[in-house]
């Protein structure tokens, strides 16, 4: 939840045994989601509790909770800078203010900067509301390039250095990446299976069975988000590096849409990310003949 995991750990170490579990897990009836109250949350949770139909989820140590905040905090900072950008974007056509050609391959370079904060406007209101938002987009670059650096830094340590280094040896993944992996995962020994792990980020499709009928659709919406995100990401830059990846990218193109192509694809990519983590090997690219 929002307050994260103080509570679980302030009651394990006052000694009280202590569990977290994932709410959409907790059985539920239909009344009990028309009728929501906090008595009957607390009776629904004891008494599921009591039965054994509980799964703990798997808590993070405190370290990686807060190394994870700073990888989270650049994902952030570069969201707010991308709304940023278009903010001045939208400012330009409001005004109907034509960006110049020669900043259309290289938008927010110094360049397209300065000939933002020199635009003259009619009225001096205008002139500042523009230089507000081109103020703040470039305190938040350099609040992005601070948070990277630390980042760099935090990768270069002990507790990391070793796992970066095997991730990054897989095509289609970077130093940012590698972080965002092992600060999310923190330990991969703690998925049995690739099956398990691929459930957990959200690479698995979504099923319908009732009778003979037998219905499989897109990826589940449960899952890792973000994780999801950064694998395909991944995944997309990996058909172009690793051959083997692009022969089998290629040929489930032939049967299927790209888009779904390239979870298989992720999938594959997930299945080397666990294996150079759990044996500790540099991953080679193998040769296609």
Same mark, same amino acid.
């Given at each position: ?13 006052? *000694? ?18 028309? $009728?929501?109250?906090?008595? #009957?949350?607390?009776? !629904? ?10 799964? %703990? ?16 905090? #650049? ?26 050609? /020669?900043?259309?391959? =290289? ?21 500042? %509301?523009? $230089? ?5 987009? !470039? ?34 993944? %970077? ?16 998925? %049995? ?5 691929? *459930? ?19 990826? /589940? ?18 058909? #172009? ?9 290629? =040929? ?19 299945? #080397? ?5 759990? =044996? ?10």
């Amino acid at each position: 939840g929002f307050c994260g995991y103080w509570v679980h750990n302030k009651l394990t170490s006052l *000694g009280i045994n202590s569990i977290v579990v994932n709410p959409a897990d907790i059985p539920t009836t239909d009344k009990e989601k028309v $009728q929501k109250e906090d008595a #009957r949350d607390s009776r !629904k949770i004891a008494r599921s509790l009591r039965s054994g139909d509980l799964t %703990a989820i798997y808590v993070p140590s405190l370290k990686t909770l807060e190394d994870r905040c700073l990888v989270r905090m #650049r994902s952030t900072l570069v969201r707010d800078l991308t709304r940023n950008k278009n903010r001045v974007k939208s400012f330009l056509h409001f005004h109907g203010i034509d960006i110049p050609e /020669t900043f259309t391959s =290289n938008r927010w370079s110094k360049r397209f900067v300065q000939w933002l904060e020199e635009l003259e406007m009619q009225e001096q209101s205008g002139k500042q %509301a523009l $230089q507000s938002i081109i103020t703040s987009s !470039k305190n938040l670059r350099i609040s992005v390039l601070d948070v990277t650096r630390k980042i760099q830094q935090l990768a270069k340590t002990e507790a990391y250095r070793e796992q970066v280094f095997l991730l990054e040896s897989i095509p289609g993944i %970077a130093l940012l990446t590698s972080m965002m992996i092992l600060t999310e995962l923190e330990s991969i020994e703690r998925f %049995a299976s690739i099956d398990t792990l691929c *459930g957990f980020i959200g690479l698995v499709p979504s099923t319908d069975s009732s009778g003979d009928n037998d219905i499989v659709g897109d990826i /589940t919406p449960r899952g890792h988000s973000v994780l999801r995100s950064a694998i395909i990401e991944c995944a997309w830059i990996a058909v #172009r590096h690793d051959p083997a990846l692009t022969l089998s990218y290629h =040929n489930y193109c032939k049967r299927m849409d790209p888009n779904k192509a390239i979870i298989r694809i992720a999938k594959k990519l997930l299945s #080397r990310i666990k294996f150079v983590l759990k =044996n500790k090997k540099p991953y080679v690219c193998a040769v296609v003949k």
